[in-house]
């Protein structure tokens, strides 16, 4: 990594950390779905790119965010649509061990689709409870 990229690093932590403090739980869960997003992006540009190390720590990162979105979920509470939001997050993180291992763009994109879904499911919920 260059000193530019460390400092772009430094401060997009700062960033996030005072966007989540700042935050409701759905917007958590938004500011927590723009960085998956973004972290996702960033995978594909180092898959395309050659940059297998730097790919490896994006795709982990995107795998620990939606592990902890799923460990968030309310199962007691949520009835089936938790279990489905679940099962989902649990599929986009076994396609990306997969997309870790076959570097395909088409895997990638297809869990960059269903999140950008979910994540505009999201921002409907939170629009509606304001």
């Given at each position: 990594?260059?000193a530019y990229s460390d400092s772009y690093d430094s401060y997009r932590?700062?960033?996030?950390?005072?966007?989540?403090?700042?935050?409701?739980?759905?917007?958590?869960?938004?500011?927590?779905?723009?960085?998956?997003?973004?972290?996702?992006?960033?995978?594909?540009?180092?898959?395309?790119?050659?940059?297998?190390?730097?790919?490896?720590?994006?795709?982990?990162?995107?795998?620990n965010i939606l592990n902890g979105l799923s460990g968030a979920l309310d199962y007691e509470g949520g009835g089936?649509?938790?279990?489905?939001?679940?099962?989902?997050?649990?599929?986009?993180?076994?396609?990306?061990?997969?997309?870790?291992?076959?570097?395909?763009?088409?895997?990638?994109?297809?869990?960059?689709?269903?999140?950008?879904?979910?994540?505009?499911?999201?921002?409907?919920?939170?629009?509606?409870?304001?």
């Amino acid at each position: 990594m260059n000193a530019y990229s460390d400092s772009y690093d430094s401060y997009r932590s700062v960033d996030l950390e005072a966007r989540a403090a700042a935050a409701s739980p759905y917007e958590l869960v938004l500011v927590l779905f723009d960085g998956l997003l973004d972290e996702l992006a960033r995978a594909r540009g180092h898959i395309e790119h050659k940059r297998y190390q730097q790919k490896g720590q994006s795709l982990e990162k995107c795998m620990n965010i939606l592990n902890g979105l799923s460990g968030a979920l309310d199962y007691e509470g949520g009835g089936e649509v938790v279990q489905e939001l679940a099962r989902l997050y649990d599929y986009c993180i076994y396609r990306l061990s997969d997309v870790s291992v076959s570097l395909s763009l088409e895997g990638l994109d297809e869990v960059i689709k269903l999140l950008g879904v979910l994540r505009e499911g999201w921002e409907g919920v939170n629009a509606a409870r304001k």
